[in-house]
T-cell receptor
Framework: ETGVTQTPRHLVMGMTNKKSLKCEQHLGHNAMYWYKQSAKKPLELMFVYNFKEQTENNSVPSRFSPECPNSSHLFLHLHTLQPEDSALYLC???????????????FGPGTRLTVL | AQSVTQPDIHITVSEGASLELRCNYSYGATPYLFWYVQSPGQGLQLLLK??????LVQGIKGFEAEFKRSQSSFNLRKPSVHWSDAAEYFCAVASLGSGNTPLVFGKGTRLSVIA
């Protein structure tokens, strides 16, 4: 499998559920990102991991908890979400963004999340 | 802070017609500029990017974009649109900085193509 994959592609959950989104990149990149895409709003950066270390948390509520066990895998753990958290969650990866010209980010297909 | 404005929310063009999607950015230093395309149900695919050098950048699928510093613009163009170009287009800017460099996206322009 190539590129950036995300599972599941669709997820419906209640506000009391706990679920996890998974992202895997097969590109040998060092950095991974979570973005949130809501209707009528720009893509919002949520988290950035570089070499498995979190380097950015963009004021995301604690009900979203990221985990990066290695450079190829990124998870987003979800608990007690709100209906307004319904969105498309996109994962991306890039080669080596630190201190030089930003490298291209490659995106996965996203997980469409619906919170009831 | 950086920002990106895509003034057109939705554009409709006829198949075979030319296309220009507008993008304006706000950033003090030299920006790094990107255009991505998103088809329904899909993630974002990079069309082209500008880092430095020639201000006219060629991308995939016959797209090109021109960086105009004086106008703070990075408009996307295609001479002849195909029905398969119908999608959402996002302009993004990044800056050189320490550590990771997040992208700042515009709100997108939805392109419809009619016969």
């Amino acid at each position: 499998e190539t590129g950036v994959t995300q599972t599941p592609r669709h997820l419906v959950m209640g506000m009391t559920n706990k679920k996890s989104l998974k992202c895997e990149q097969h590109l040998g990149h060092n950095a991974m990102y979570w973005y949130k895409q809501s209707a009528k709003k720009p893509l919002e950066l949520m988290f950035v991991y570089n070499f498995k270390e979190q380097t950015e948390n963009n004021s995301v509520p604690s009900r979203f908890s990221p985990e990066c066990p290695n450079s190829s895998h990124l998870f987003l753990h979800l608990h007690t979400l709100q209906p307004e958290d319904s969105a498309l969650y996109l994962c991306a990866s890039s080669q080596d963004p630190a201190g030089r010209a930003p490298d291209t980010q490659y995106f996965g297909p996203g997980t469409r999340l619906t919170v009831l | 802070a950086q920002s990106v404005t895509q003034p057109d929310i939705h554009i409709t063009v006829s198949e075979g017609a030319s296309l220009e999607l507008r993008c304006n950015y706000s950033y003090g230093a030299t920006p790094y500029l990107f255009w991505y395309v998103q088809s329904p149900g899909q993630g974002l695919q990079l069309l082209l990017k500008y880092f430095s050098g020639d201000t006219l950048v060629q991308g995939i699928k016959g797209f090109e974009a021109e960086f105009k510093r004086s106008q703070s613009s990075f408009n996307l163009r295609k001479p002849s649109v195909h029905w398969s170009d119908a999608a959402e287009y996002f302009c993004a800017v990044a800056s050189l900085g320490s550590g990771n460099t997040p992208l700042v996206f515009g709100k997108g322009t939805r392109l419809s193509v009619i016969a």
